[in-house]
């Protein structure tokens, strides 16, 4: 609570340009949502005007871990040209949530005009919002390129499984390599010390920096903890069911790492710069060489 206090009075003296954050996983299970959706709450708390997009679309997984049940999704908006600010929905402790709809097949990958009309709809929230946070899918599908390739940092989850490192490498090269991501905040998942934690950030950093033209940065790491299991089946974020819990103190800790530095760059021209460069960026990505293991 001590680490709240200090960043919400941080927050009220400092002016707070148009943040975007990008979290994904090279592979599903690690908690990417669960992370995404208390940083996004503690962001709030903080007094950051906050929206999270569920990129993950089709799948609905941060309004599941919100307990919330939108009217609307994002298919409203690309199908049928909803205002976007009607299909808003308010989460836990007035975080605001772009839902991604449960089942919808057709949003599982955008064509060139829903991207047109996402990136329409979304310059419509720059001045209401301080803080974005997309919540990708899982993997190096396209959807997840599209959208970290706009954002202005990414944060990468990982777990202890080696699965997991492995896929999260694949996932630094095709970042890099099709979306021209450069810096990664890393955070490990389910971790049973700060000392292996940090092994295996350093494992990921090592093959990325010698194979890749990547900076990898340690950003904190969340401890197994049952009470996390237990919040995701009350459908209530962890820090706000048990704030005192193993897990709480530690994303209160990668929050405050998080939001007390500024992100690698400003974002001087706004959501509309961000957002148009991700559909250009999108088109070298479809142009781009496969990508070969190595």
Same mark, same amino acid.
């Given at each position: 609570m001590d680490q709240a206090i200090g960043l919400r009075e941080m927050?009220?003296?400092?002016k707070r340009p148009l943040r975007v954050i990008g979290v994904a996983s090279g592979k599903g299970g690690v908690g990417k949502s669960n992370i995404s959706a208390n940083l996004a709450v503690l962001a709030s708390r903080a007094g950051m005007r906050t929206l999270i997009i569920d990129a993950?679309?089709?799948? &609905?997984?941060? %309004?599941?871990?919100?307990? $919330?049940k939108p009217q609307y999704h994002l298919g409203h908006v690309l199908e049928w040209g909803m205002p976007i600010q009607e299909v808003i929905a308010t989460g836990p402790e007035g975080v605001r949530v772009l839902p991604a709809g449960s089942g919808i097949q057709s949003l599982t990958r955008l064509d060139d005009a829903q991207k047109l009309k996402l990136v329409t709809a979304l310059e419509q929230l720059e001045d209401s919002v301080d803080l974005v946070l997309v919540d990708t899918g899982a993997g190096i599908g396209d959807n997840v390129v599209f959208f970290i390739g706009a954002t202005q940092e990414a944060l990468l989850v990982v777990n202890p499984e080696p699965t997991s490192l492995t896929d999260a490498y694949a996932m630094v090269k095709v970042l890099s390599l099709q979306a021209g991501t450069r810096f990664f905040n890393v955070v490990v998942n389910c971790s049973p010390n700060d000392g292996q934690a940090k092994d295996i950030f350093q494992k990921l950093s090592n093959v990325a920096s010698r194979f890749l033209d990547v900076k990898l940065r340690f950003l904190g790491w969340v401890p197994r903890d %049952?009470?996390?299991? *237990?919040?995701?089946?009350?459908?209530? #974020? $962890?820090?706000? +069911?048990?704030?005192? +819990? #193993?897990?709480?103190?530690?994303?209160?800790?990668? &929050?405050?790492?998080?939001? +007390? %530095? #500024? #992100?690698?760059?400003?974002?001087?021209?706004?959501?509309?710069?961000?957002?148009? *460069?991700?559909?250009?960026? +999108?088109?070298?990505?479809?142009?781009?060489?496969?990508?070969?293991?190595?």
């Open positions: 927050m009220n003296k400092t993950d679309l089709g799948l &609905a997984n941060v %309004e599941v871990l919100y307990g $919330i %049952e009470n996390v299991h *237990r919040s995701v089946m009350a459908q209530q #974020p $962890i820090v706000m +069911s048990f704030p005192n +819990s #193993p897990a709480s103190r530690a994303l209160n800790a990668t &929050a405050h790492q998080l939001f +007390s %530095e #500024p #992100p690698p760059y400003s974002l001087d021209g706004g959501m509309k710069l961000l957002w148009s *460069r991700l559909f250009k960026d +999108s088109h070298q990505a479809q142009n781009a060489p496969a990508v070969v293991a190595g």
